[in-house]
């Protein structure tokens, strides 16, 4: 498992150590502080009934963030439910992940110029399409990578399988990130599969693999970094596995966590927390303070606000809209239908 900040925000291995400027690291931590934020707003505004479906994040915010970071805007990334931070710092507008969350179809809808398929809710899917978008790519000679994300239970699926195989076959410039939160919904990884860990499951596909401390963002940027160094090299794909815990529930949709996993468990990996450990990092090097942080969580209050407000004021989904997103040109009984809604929505 690749370390590089202990959970003091020690560091542990000096040549692994990332070329980050002082700007960058503080981005990073910004970035991962403004997402605990939002987080907990989104479950909160979810009880209100102001949100509808989430699947929160705290605890996987190194995994997600510090990844997405060495990325270029350019490089296609496919997320699953779960990863919408990682689609708004790639360039989803935060109020298009409210509409996505309250089930509007224009949160789907990913603007011109953001590099990015919408989240994928069928698990393991976005395998198989980031393999195509990979090849792809490399087919119009682009310096670029199609990267994706997906949890420890989708390393279980088929498309997960043929993804990798045909990525690796093509030699397609892929990131495959596997986030290891040891939970799929309320089965726990040993349950799912009797591979030692994740990464190796990369052996069989002929691609390189890597098992990172997914709690510690300076780990994960470095081995996303050789990945996508590697991809677009022509050295082939990469499955990235990352350590990593989601502190809440899997979904707003109701499960409660008490009932499938330990209190002790929940203890061991919350004093493995991203935001502590690379917070100590940044103190120690004079780069954070505490005004950092009440700038950063003030920043996060006032764009949710705003983007919240910009959700609340778009014009409601009628029948209508829906049919016409879907296809371009409608088959006979959608066009039956379209006529039918238009004549009922105008009275
Ligand atoms: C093909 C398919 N089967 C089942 C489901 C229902 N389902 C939704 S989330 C989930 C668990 C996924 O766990 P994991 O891959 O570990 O991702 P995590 O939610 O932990 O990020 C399942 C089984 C689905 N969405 N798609
Ligand atoms: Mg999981």
Known sequence: MLQILNEEGEVVNEKAMPDLSDDELKELMRRMVYTRIWDQRALSLNRQGRLGFYAPVAGQEASMLASEFAMEDEDWLLPSYRDIPQLVFHGLPLTKAFLYSRGHFMGGQIPEGVNALMPQIIIAAQCTQCAGIALGLKKRGKKNVAFTYFGDGATSQGDFYEGLNF???????????????????????????????????????????????????????????????????????????????????????????????????????????????????????????????????????????????EADNTPKQKVTDLIKIMSETLPYNLQEQLEEYTEKESK
Do not use: C
């Open 167 to 309: 990525a690796g076959a093509y030699q397609a410039p892929a990131v495959f990130i596997s986030q290891n939160n040891r939970f799929a919904i309320s089965v726990p990884v040993e349950k799912q599969t009797a591979s030692k860990t994740l990464a190796q499951k990369s052996v069989a596909a002929g691609i390189r693999g890597i098992q990172v401390d997914g709690m510690d963002p300076l780990a994960v940027y470095a081995a996303t970094k050789e990945a996508r160094e590697n991809a677009v090299n022509g050295e082939g794909p990469t499955l990235i596995e990352t350590l990593t815990y989601r502190y809440g529930p899997h979904t707003t949709a109701g499960d409660d966590p008490t009932r499938y996993r330990t209190e002790e468990l929940d203890n061991e990996w919350e004093k493995k927390d991203p935001l502590i450990r690379f917070r100590k990092f940044l103190e120690n090097k004079g780069l954070w303070s505490k005004e950092e942080e009440e700038k950063t969580v003030e920043q996060a209050k006032d764009d949710i606000k705003a983007a919240l407000k």
